[in-house]
């Protein structure tokens, strides 16, 4: 390909009353993701575009956008790999527009924060003002690891069809996220996510579609998460559930190590004095 033609997504609340698509015929280049013609776009056709970016590295997550209809990182997704000569653009579904392709993002962050997405023991103190780190053998963390990678992009979200149909339900980033801190040994909080994630919105609305999984880009596979998530729950209702165990906390070393002095250099510096 020489050229590549973006049918983007755009929408101004002062201007438009629903989104509308524009096209931008642009050059290709190889290696090229769809976050860099975006940017192009910007820079040398049209600088109104309006889209999220930051690390370009496929780690903060906000470039999360709906690309030839699936939700992709636009920054993780090369063009080539489209294996299409027209790439259509719009914001992530089950989510409110704000302009263009950035989408409102309140109610993901402010489902998870009502997970309670931290570790919780009875005497907080320890939390609130630590004095040492809490101790974990590493089979401990591999129960739990693959879960803690989510960077809440809110792909998993957009292409969830639960969501879509009933926009009070948590979601599947947040009720992996309420797994994922319900099954860390350190914790000490689980009964009181699963009262949060019990409810006619909760876990049980889950079906199993995997479409969450499909499209995180960080394989954290949400959809597993879920269903481990209500695996506990059941586990937690019978009393087959083991009881938590307050985290130990490592004492911080009692003075610092000497410092190791500098060994001089093998190779001198010539003499340069005629």
Partial sequence: MEK???RVQRYDPDKDKKPRI????????HGMTVLDGLIYIKENV???LCFRSSCRMGICGSCGMFINNLPRLACHTPIEELKKDTITVKSLPNFPVVRDLVCDLTS???KHKSVKPYI???DMTEIEKPTGEFLQAQAQLEEFVQFAYCIKCGLCMAACP?????????GPQPLTQAYRYSADRRD???KERFKMTDTPHGIWLCHLAGACSEVCPKGVDP???QQLLKRAMFSDSLRLRKKPVPPSVAKPPAEKKPRVAVPEFTIKKPNTKS
Avoid at 22 to 27: A, D, G, K, L, S
């Fill in 4 to 6: 590549v033609t973006y």
């Fill in 22 to 29: 524009q096209e931008f015929v642009i050059p290709f280049r």
């Fill in 46 to 48: 049209d600088n109104t």
């Fill in 108 to 110: 993901l962050f402010a």
């Fill in 120 to 122: 919780i023991e009875p």
């Fill in 162 to 170: 639960t969501l879509a149909t009933d926009r009070h339900f948590l």
């Fill in 188 to 190: 000490c909080g689980a």
């Fill in 223 to 225: 959809a597993f998460g």
